[in-house]
């Protein structure tokens, strides 16, 4: 028995150096990541992409993830550098317009017309709201467009003052309201902030629900495999998985404790700064 585990690990070793091993970013039909800002949850795709196309090294190769930053003449030098790629991987819209007309490209994004869609599932997010402060029947909306939640009454609010008698507040997917800014007038009337945005920092919000970014990050690998290997066009795709987070100190900053219910249901319980 042991002699054929051997064998067993022998062969799939000997696959995985006939497909090229490891990637080491250098081999050919280059692959590069591009986004117009850092966050944490695209480094997390970003790992999560390429650790489950490791063994396909030779299929397609890794270039780093870049960052823009909106700086017109680093993208303009990066892609004059990395002219060689295949396929560019772009998060998020802003960076679209530092791409090269003509390039294949692969959008992943909270945007409806993304390939890969990282938008939070609107019931998901009314559970976990339900979960986190029980009795909820109204919740402020700080966006830029109406928004519905099952079971809840949304209300769209201009300014602080105007989600007197609501439950939570929540910052949606590219709102232009500043989180912080948002969070320091919100504690003081008791709302904890809730956000479904990628980018909204650590500590900011008391539950963030977001759909899972390992998750997401097999979707961009399973999209990059069939396009490289069947030639298949990009198509939408979702994640039904999510990851909920709730930040204790931002909870009871706006004065509100987490039931236990809805802490053991959490992925994530923030507990610190």
């Known amino acids: 028995m042991k002699r054929a585990s051997l064998?067993?690990?022998?062969?799939a070793l000997a696959v995985a150096q006939d497909e090229g091993g490891r990637?080491?970013?250098?081999?050919?039909?280059?692959?590069?990541?591009?986004?117009?800002?850092?966050?944490?949850?695209?480094?997390?795709?970003?790992?999560?992409?390429?650790?489950?196309?490791?063994?396909h090294f030779g299929v397609v190769s890794r270039r780093r993830l870049a960052d823009f930053d909106g700086d017109p003449k680093r993208a303009e030098a990066f892609f004059a550098e990395n002219?060689?790629?295949?396929?560019?991987?772009?998060?998020g819209p802003e960076v679209l317009r530092f791409v090269p007309a003509g390039k294949p490209l692969l959008r992943v994004g909270e945007e409806g017309d993304a390939h890969v869609l990282a938008r939070t599932d609107r019931a998901r997010l009314a559970q976990a709201i339900r979960a986190f402060r029980p009795g909820s029947r109204t919740v402020a909306l700080f966006g830029d467009a109406d928004e519905t939640l099952p079971g809840?009454?949304?209300?769209?609010?201009?300014?602080?003052e105007a989600a007197a008698g609501c439950d939570v507040a929540w910052l949606p997917e590219g709102s232009g309201r500043n989180p912080r800014e948002l969070r320091k007038a919100l504690d003081p009337l008791g709302?904890?902030?809730?956000?479904?945005g990628a980018d909204v920092d650590a500590g900011i919000a008391a539950l963030?629900?977001?759909?899972?970014p390992h998750g997401l990050g097999l979707k961009v690998a399973a999209a990059m495999l069939l396009w490289a290997r069947e030639g298949r066009p990009f198509e939408p795709t979702t994640v039904l998985r999510h990851r909920t987070v709730i930040d204790l100190v931002a909870a009871r900053a706006a004065g509100h404790e987490v039931p236990l219910g809805a802490l053991a249901k959490a992925d994530v319980v923030r507990r610190g700064p």
């Open 23 to 55: 990637d080491t970013g250098t081999g050919p039909r280059p692959v590069v990541f591009v986004r117009a800002r850092r966050t944490a949850e695209s480094g997390e795709i970003y790992n999560a992409a390429w650790r489950a196309l490791e063994s």
């Open 152 to 160: 809840l009454h949304v209300r769209r609010c201009d300014r602080p």
């Open 208 to 212: 963030s629900v977001r759909p899972d």
């Open 191 to 196: 709302l904890p902030l809730v956000s479904t």
């Open 7 to 11: 064998l067993l690990f022998a062969a």
């Open 83 to 91: 002219g060689d790629a295949v396929l560019v991987v772009a998060f």
